[in-house]
């Protein structure tokens, strides 16, 4: 694995300071409890008033402390995994490594641009700034001369590919019909509660799906890229949608209501994810992977 010693030191930081936001996170029990908050928009949102999501709605804080319970248990030790078996040279490791620090990436972006200020606030944007440049570095990191010869010519690639085609539909589907209504109307759109914009949404259409979009086609073509974009998009989104099940179990034991679509989707395109990734590990040529 080329850049070893910084991407240790990197991947050092975004343990330390995952582990110790993820920790507090979850156990913090401080501050005056659930009170109502009048928004902008007259509309009156539920706080949930303790801990280090004191000032977080109910539902984002009990979704922000459901995504530190899957950091803690599911995303550092995979990360620390891939990393371990990634410093071989495995292209399984360096592509499992790639695709967890997508998650640490995407996570914490959303926890600085969306989460209300709080102690954190440097903490979140040290793992972001991190996991962002540990990111490009691994991307450098791979020869598509490699990648094209890496996997075997029996991996489905239309399956995968039009499974990526497919969640990213659905999500765009599900973001849309959130957000184009209330465009039209001049209304507030569900989720906005006290916050000032819908950034995830925004991250999802703008970024994540377009790229989800690209890999698929490249892909079904057997394009070189296609297979590396694809894997690692397909472990960010097992550890996405591990963390949007987790979500939506915490917001059910909260009873924050939620629609039947994402109880039921959700977890159905993980199982299938997942299935996409042991497709994608099976059929990486035994020379390429040292494990």
């Known amino acids: 694995m080329k850049y070893k ?13 995952s582990l110790l936001a993820s920790v507090y996170g979850v156990f913090s029990n401080q501050g005056p409890g659930p009170y109502e908050f009048t928004s902008l928009h007259g509309q009156q949102v539920p706080i949930y008033g303790k801990g280090l999501y004191k000032n977080e709605s109910l539902s984002m804080a009990v979704q922000a402390k459901s995504q530190d319970v899957v950091t803690l248990f599911l995303g550092i030790p995979l990360l620390l995994i891939s990393f371990f078996v990634a410093r071989k040279n ?69 399956f995968i590919g039009g499974f990526l085609l497919l969640i990213g539909a659905a999500v765009v589907l599900m973001w849309l019909g959130r957000v184009g209504p209330p465009l039209i109307n001049g209304t507030v759109p569900a ?64 009873g924050v209501q939620m629609g039947i679509v994402e109880i039921s989707i959700f977890p159905l395109f993980n199982i299938i994810a997942i299935y996409c990734l042991i497709l994608i590990l099976k059929n990486v040529k035994p020379v390429f992977q040292l494990i």
């Open 5 to 17: 010693k910084i991407m240790g030191l990197l991947v050092l930081i975004i343990v330390v300071f």
């Open 90 to 158: 495995s292209l399984r490791g360096r592509l499992l490594l790639t695709g967890t620090l997508g998650y640490f990436l995407y996570t914490y972006a959303v926890y600085t641009f969306v989460a209300m200020y709080n102690s954190f606030f440097l903490v979140f944007v040290g793992i972001m700034s991190t996991s962002f440049f540990a990111f490009i570095l691994m991307l450098m990191s791979f020869d598509l001369e490699e990648i094209k010869t890496a996997f075997n010519d029996k991996l489905p690639v239309k």
């Open 191 to 254: 989720g906005l509660e006290h916050y000032t914009t819908l950034v995830i949404q925004g991250l999802d259409l703008g970024i994540l799906i377009p790229a989800q979009i690209i890999a698929g086609v490249l892909l079904i073509k057997r394009e070189p890229f296609g297979y590396l974009l694809s894997s690692i998009l397909i472990i960010k989104i097992i550890t996405l949608l591990t963390a949007m099940s987790a979500m939506i179990v915490g917001q059910a034991l909260a």
